[in-house]
């Protein structure tokens, strides 16, 4: 007895994939209007009042340790560096020298948009030196001539957190990494 | 098709005689390939949207805003963004202040570092916030990003600053973009 196939007479059945696709269509533009280009980030900057407030916290786990409060001023010639109010390379018997800069330009005599006219390295290796000496010590107080462009701004504080610096990891629980000098920056207004 | 070479004359009567034999029989229905479509098309929404989803905060930059370049890692994290450029202050989508040729704000709406337009919108967003913050039980963060310019001068930078914090917005952070 010949046997009928169970599903030979079903006829095939296809799903109309045009409602789908109108719907993908739209979503692709309304995306891609939505989406970042480029990878952004955050430095996250203290205002002074509270960073004294975290600074208070931080002194009662060092156990009275003297605090570096580390300042850098922005100036149109270089960095101006002070570290426990003494700046570093001022005149003998002062406590700073408006006159003369800490670390000079890396590209002397070049135009203030050109952002790389500065020593970036040197700062760092500064940072990096005062960073052996006060391993605690995180903030750095930095402020500018009324003229700086931002991103020297954000440049010097490249340069003092550390170019290597994955802070990132911070703000997701975990200690800080090694290769991070002074990476909580407190913004002040003419505090040269 | 008296000045016509033989071999055109041949070719024309080939066609003739293939569009008669095409006339004859039924013409066949032709289906486009969906599925293939239906796949690429279907990664490109998935990249999108995970692409969409990783940040909580999405920074369009204003025209001709050139947003600062920094080796910094850490993600950006919720806030209210203010854009401030060469042309003007933009907070939460509306321009505030218009910025005189030299890129800073005019003197006549600073007041000892206060820039009273953008203390004025500012106030009045961190009052609903802080208003819809207690309707939720949670505590209102105040927290800026701001999305600066790598041309700003630090005199405007600071003068934002000092208005934000007399706002009564207590964390700040600056949008770069991530280098390399």
């Keep these: 007895m010949a046997r009928k196939k169970k599903g030979a007479d079903e006829a095939e059945v296809k799903a109309n994939m045009l409602p789908v696709m109108n719907i993908m269509f739209l979503l692709i533009p309304a995306l891609l209007m939505a989406m970042e280009f480029a990878s952004m980030a955050a430095i996250n900057v203290s205002p002074?009042?509270?960073?004294?407030?975290?600074?208070?916290?931080?002194?009662?786990?060092?156990?009275?340790?003297?605090?570096?409060?580390?300042?850098?001023?922005?100036?149109?010639?270089?960095?101006?560096?002070?570290?426990?109010?003494?700046?570093?390379?001022?005149?003998?018997?002062?406590?700073?020298?408006?006159?003369?800069?800490t670390i000079g330009?890396?590209?002397?005599?070049?135009?203030?948009?050109?952002?790389?006219r500065y020593d970036y390295d040197a700062l760092e290796a500064k940072a990096k030196e005062y960073k052996g000496l006060f391993p605690n010590d995180v903030t750095v107080k930095i402020s500018a001539e009324p003229d700086i462009p931002m991103q020297v701004l954000i440049g010097t504080m490249d340069a003092l957190a550390g170019t290597t610096c994955k802070i990132g990891k911070y703000y997701k629980?975990?200690?800080?990494?090694e290769d991070c000098y002074f990476w909580q920056p407190i913004v002040e207004a003419g505090a040269g | 098709m008296d000045n016509m070479t033989p071999e055109q004359k041949a070719f024309l009567a080939k066609k003739k005689a293939k569009a008669a034999a095409r006339r004859g029989k039924e013409e066949e229905e032709g289906e486009l390939g969906m599925t293939s479509l239906m796949d690429i098309v279907s990664i490109i929404v998935v990249y999108l949207l995970k692409s969409y989803a990783s940040d909580p905060v999405v920074i369009n930059p204003t025209a001709g805003q050139k947003i600062p370049m920094s080796k910094a890692d850490?993600?950006?994290?919720?806030?209210?963004?203010?854009?401030?450029?060469?042309?003007?202050?933009?907070?939460?989508?509306?321009?505030?202040?218009?910025?005189?040729?030299?890129?800073?704000?005019?003197?006549?709406?600073?007041?000892?570092h206060l820039i009273g337009p953008l203390f004025d919108a500012m106030a009045e967003e961190v009052d609903k916030a802080k208003a819809m913050a207690e309707?939720?039980?949670?505590?209102?963060?105040?927290?800026?990003?701001?999305?600066?310019?790598?041309?700003?001068?630090?005199?405007?930078?600071?003068?934002v600053m000092y208005t934000a914090g007399r706002a009564e917005f207590v964390q700040y952070a600056f949008c770069v973009i991530r280098k390399g």
């Design chain 1, 48 to 101: 002074p009042k509270f960073a004294a407030a975290a600074d208070q916290k931080k002194q009662e786990d060092k156990k009275e340790e003297k605090p570096l409060d580390l300042k850098v001023f922005i100036m149109t010639d270089g960095y101006r560096v002070t570290a426990s109010g003494q700046q570093e390379g001022a005149d003998a018997g002062k406590s700073a020298d408006s006159n003369r800069p």
């Design chain 1, 105 to 116: 330009l890396a590209k002397p005599g070049s135009e203030l948009d050109d952002y790389e």
């Design chain 2, 135 to 159: 309707r939720q039980n949670r505590e209102w963060e105040g927290r800026l990003i701001l999305v600066g310019d790598e041309r700003l001068k630090f005199s405007t930078l600071v003068d």
């Design chain 2, 74 to 112: 850490a993600s950006l994290q919720d806030g209210m963004p203010i854009f401030v450029t060469l042309r003007g202050i933009t907070f939460m989508d509306k321009k505030v202040v218009t910025m005189n040729a030299d890129g800073e704000v005019d003197k006549a709406q600073v007041e000892n």
């Design chain 1, 173 to 177: 629980g975990e200690d800080p990494p």
